[in-house]
């Protein structure tokens, strides 16, 4: 996909400590009757859909604000349940930046968006994946994961190249929502790796009476 192919107009998704990443698929249950016109649009065009944080939890029917960095998704798969859900899966594709919202007349709101930050999304990451390395590195995210109640297939992951696997393992972190956005913004890979240990040192030391995970 060549990023001048990508639409400048998208609409939205907006899940509060919910992000993809881009390489990454997710199932998503639609059940809003907003963002059910939204997928109907979508599969009738492009496929495509953004997903975003809200900057705070919605407490409110009033739009949040929103981060200004998303990511874009393609719908892959879509099935339709018998009381009228949908369930799609949907895979990252770029990262976007919010330029400013468009009028509409549609429940859910839509943006001009840029992407031209992170072209490097759309390549593949080709670097071998030494996965004692990585997992000496993830260490602590594992137990972290552990004491979380998540279960992460390690062997699974071996499988994939390395900006997948740092990719999976960032969105499904047990982070907060300011912490997942940051490392939706990191530059690269490297800094995505690195600020993952960042965030881990903070939850080795807060999360658990200043006890080192073991």
Known sequence: ???????????????????????????????????????????????????????????????????????????????????????????????????????????????????????????????ELKFTDLELIFKDLKSLFEKKGFVINWKALEKQNLDETINALAMASPFSLEEKQVLLEAENLDIRKSKIAEILKTYTHDLYNNNTLQ
């Open 1 to 127: 996909m060549n990023i001048n192919d990508l639409p400048k107009k998208i609409s939205v998704f907006p899940i509060s400590n919910f992000i993809i990443f881009p390489k990454t698929t997710v199932p998503l249950n639609i059940f809003e009757p907003r963002y059910i016109d939204m997928i109907n649009n979508s599969m009738k065009t492009n496929k495509l859909i953004g997903m975003i944080q809200p900057m705070e939890y919605q407490t409110t029917n009033k739009s949040p604000s929103l981060y200004k960095i998303g990511c874009l998704g393609k719908i892959i798969s879509f099935r339709e349940t018998d009381d009228g859900r949908y369930l799609i899966e949907l895979k990252g594709l770029i990262r976007f930046k919010i330029i400013n919202e468009i009028e509409t007349d549609n429940k859910y709101r839509e943006f001009d968006v840029n992407y031209k930050d992170f072209e490097h999304d759309l390549k593949n990451n080709n670097q």
